[in-house]
């Protein structure tokens, strides 16, 4: 294995070297430096270690992007404790579950999720943490509570002067294949893998992203819209700007497009990290009703012309997006045929890339001046991507991949580990692809089944449908996605609701109920739309799973 530094030393580093300015923002609030964050991780650390918490301890995180979520990360990283990011969107029976599993001994919680968890239910934890303020929301032990209570008088018969750069150390000499974080996939019991990703992934992809994109950059600005409980948007919207020195803005809100635009405008970010309905939520609503009028379509049909209206519309669009960036990276799932069309006639920098939890989460990239359209790029740097297939050109197969980002296996999930990653090492992705001959690789299909949300949220049908098989008169059903929207395809007991004289508008009342009753059960970003009734039974393969493929544009 190559020489691979220690990833608790470029974040000493990087607070060290960039130590007066300006580090971690809530959009529209308070921003912290350099020496903000290296005092509040010191503060942390002395809480931690007073209170007994160890190295390789677990330390759950579970609330909305903010400045102290992430200092209340690179605070576990950096003591030494292994980090249990949480979507905040789980539901509480979800976030319980992934605390039990994990072992976790601390858990930190935003403002929405501390009203809603119950402590009775996470019996292992020895405390429970406010994010916003560090407060003590439970505490189950008399070392934590004179730990939290006595914190400022401890700080400061530490550092009776003041703190300064020279106290910043976080050398641990840790193993490149040390476990740093668990990152579950899914947040019910059943469904649930905790993704143990080592120090090496984590440095492999901020290596790549220094690699592809540093020298590229203009000014230091960054926006966070994905979750930071996602490996996508921890990696290239929050590490990799935070070890070299970038002002990283998080939007504490639900990022609605109105939301995003606006931020792209204020901020004029370097670069940009999105899903694709982000990228075309935008530019159906900002950008296609200024250029839909015939008579910019006709003159974008006038070979002479159009070159000069495309550059016209490719300055608008740039403009949508803060008119700073080196380019747009979209990633998590395929990416509308009309709007990559449009991007690629007006020579807009976009490129598409591919990943999963389990490389931390790259696999492949190409930089958009080197991007094929409808690809999602070639390997990226560490790592080595092949297709099970007799002709990968031409004949699908499954997208395996192999190097630094892979991870070390599934949390207590020995089975699923060995038949994810086999014994050469390669990672088995469940997605089908093609590779050509240059190595630009194209996905053909995803049979894990994962949806994908707006805000970059991954969606699972199999545990939506779960729930909803059980609900009144559900024989079966299909979860599929339009646009934004989820939708639940039913093939309802026809036999039961005849025998209890219900007419086709008293089935679809019924299953209008059953989508509210699930709908509170469920996540934000989970919840049915509506649901469709179907006529007949699924198709089914000779396992008897449902094709969904046949039904996604029902």
């Keep these: 294995m190559e020489s691979i530094p220690s990833f608790n030393a470029l974040i000493e580093k990087s607070i060290i070297d960039h130590w007066n300015l300006d580090a971690l923002t809530d959009y529209k609030g308070a921003t912290l430096q350099y020496h903000d964050v290296a005092r509040k991780i010191e503060k942390l650390h002395i809480m931690f270690e007073n209170s007994g918490v160890e190295k390789g301890d677990k330390i759950a995180l579970c ?55 119950d402590a009775t239910k996470m019996p292992g934890l020895e405390g429970i943490i406010y994010i916003p303020d560090y407060s003590l929301v439970v505490s189950r032990t008399d070392k934590l509570t004179y730990a939290r209570e006595h914190l400022n008088e401890m700080f400061g018969k530490k550092y009776p002067k003041y703190f300064r750069k020279e106290h910043v150390s976080y050398y641990h000499e840790e193993d490149p294949n040390q476990m740093a974080l668990i990152n ?25 992203a220094v690699k592809v994109m540093g020298a590229n950059l203009k000014g230091n600005n960054i926006i966070s819209i994905l979750p930071l409980a996602h490996m ?19 939007l504490t809100r639900v990022p609605s497009p109105a939301i995003i635009a606006q931020a792209f405008t204020d901020i004029k970010p370097t670069i940009i990290i999105a899903v694709p309905l982000i990228i075309e939520k935008i530019i159906k609503k900002k950008v296609f009703p200024k250029i839909q009028t015939n008579s910019i379509q006709i003159l974008r049909q006038m070979p002479v012309i159009n070159r000069k ?68 790029g070639k390997a990226a740097l560490h790592m080595e991507v092949k297709i099970k297939s007799p002709d990968p050109e031409h004949i699908p197969g499954e997208i395996l991949a192999r190097g630094l980002n892979v991870m070390l296996g599934y949390y207590k999930n020995e089975e699923a580990t060995e038949q994810t990653i086999d014994r050469d090492g390669w990672y088995h992705t469940g997605d089908l692809g093609l590779m050509d001959a240059q190595g630009n690789v194209f996905i053909k299909g995803r049979s894990k089944n994962m949806l994908l949300s707006s805000n970059g949220q991954n969606i699972y049908p199999e545990e939506i449908e779960d729930k909803l098989n059980s609900m009144q008169l559900v024989v079966e059903s299909v979860v599929i996605q339009k646009e934004d929207k989820l939708v639940g395809l039913v093939f309802p007991d026809f036999d039961e609701a005849k025998n209890m004289g219900f007419s086709h508008e008293d089935l679809e009342g019924i299953m209008e109920q059953n989508r509210q009753e699930l709908n509170k059960i469920l996540p934000a970003y989970s919840k049915l739309s509506f649901i469709k009734i179907h006529d007949e039974e699924f198709a089914k393969t000779p396992k008897k799973s449902i094709k969904r493929f046949l039904y996604q544009d029902a």
């Excluded at 579950?184 to 790549?208: C, H």
């Excluded at 669009?317 to 069309?341: H, L, R, T, W």
């Design 184 to 208: 579950y996939t899914s947040g019910t019991t059943g469904f649930s893998k905790g993704v143990m990703i080592p120090y090496r992934a984590l440095w492999s992809n901020f290596d790549f």
């Design 63 to 117: 609330g909305r992007n903010s400045a102290c979520w992430a200092v209340a990360f690179l605070a576990t990283l950096t003591y030494g404790a292994v980090a249990v990011p949480i979507l905040h969107e789980f539901t509480a029976d979800q976030i319980h579950n992934i605390v039990n599993h994990s072992d976790a001994k601390i858990l930190f919680v935003g403002d929405v999720v501390a009203t809603v968890i």
């Design 309 to 376: 209206v495309n550059e016209k519309i490719r300055e608008q669009v740039v403009n949508a997006f803060g008119g700073n960036f080196y380019e747009v990276i979209i990633g998590g799932a395929a990416f509308n045929q009309d709007v990559e069309k449009f991007l690629k006639e007006i020579n807009f920098p976009y490129t598409v890339g591919y990943g999963a939890t389990e490389c931390a989460p790259i696999i492949c990239y190409a930089p958009w001046n080197d991007f094929k359209a409808g690809s999602c």
């Design 232 to 250: 996508y948007g921890m990696a290239f919207e929050f590490t990799y700007e935070f070890l070299t020195g970038k002002h990283i803005f998080f």
